[in-house]
């Protein structure tokens, strides 16, 4: 487990209020890790470190829920190819180990399930998940309760939900740089290597401008942030300015 935690990035903190800031010293550190490596878009080595966040704190309800996120469409891997390849039925209702198929919509269904479970255990306890966490819960279960779906069907009955339920959140927390990651993703997931006409460099949808106008709004921010600036980096490339 400690191989997992790389001390060149021990000096990140999570700076908003996704905290799980109760955890203990270990769990913390793995859990932290995770979420570089979710922004770093290294989706396997994430759910590791998630998974054994959970294995030494259970009512981290936060990394269940970023497991199911790390099985979920992302900015390389969407559409028509990634409802192909994560569909594995004989996983279906199973808790995966590390060494199951990456990434499943199974498993993501299963951790999204298991953390909405765990938020309504808690709920009402003195360790009742915190509100901004809830929503982020709730909105990746939006996403990846629908187990083989046509992959034609799954931007209105998923993807785009799952980004509607995020501006609302964005529009609460508007500080938090992890829920404007979250939402700037999920639009560019919507639109992924499709961004702008090319060579013209207009936005091919209303969606680039509001990523745009997100990123460019936290990375004043919070000029170092690794998601967002790693997000800028994919948002600017292919534009008409990508320096």
């Not at 909105?139 to 339920?165: K, W």
Request: net charge negative; with cysteine; hydrophobic share 35%.
């Amino acid at each position: 487990v400690a191989n997992l935690i790389d001390s060149k990035n021990e000096d990140f903190k999570v700076t908003a209020t996704i905290s799980a800031s109760d955890l203990p010293r270990l769990a913390r550190k793995l859990f932290d890790q995770g979420l570089m490596h979710f922004f770093g878009f290294h989706f396997e080595e994430a759910a590791k470190c998630f998974s054994h966040c959970v294995q030494l704190e259970a009512d981290c309800a936060l990394a269940l829920g970023m497991i199911s996120l790390c099985h979920s469409p992302h900015y390389n891997l969407s559409g028509k190819l990634y409802y192909e390849l994560s569909n594995h039925p004989a996983v279906e209702g199973k808790k995966c180990d590390d060494l199951g198929p990456f990434p499943s919509q199974q498993t993501a269904e299963y951790y999204s399930r298991s953390a909405m479970e765990k938020v309504n255990e808690l709920h009402g306890t003195e360790k009742q998940i915190p509100h901004v966490e809830c929503q982020i819960i709730t909105a990746i279960r939006t996403r990846t309760h629908h187990l083989g779906i046509d992959h034609l069907l799954a931007e209105d009955t998923l993807g785009r939900p799952y980004s509607n339920a995020l501006r609302e959140l964005y529009q609460q927390y508007s500080d938090d740089p992890e829920v404007a990651y979250l939402f700037a993703d999920s639009l560019m997931v919507l639109n992924a290597w499709n961004l702008y006409e090319y060579p013209s460099g207009r936005p091919l949808s209303n969606d680039v401008d509001e990523v745009q106008g997100v990123l460019e709004d936290s990375l004043t921010k919070y000029p170092v942030h690794p998601g967002l600036c790693h997000l800028y980096i994919h948002l600017s490339e292919m534009s008409s300015d990508p320096g």
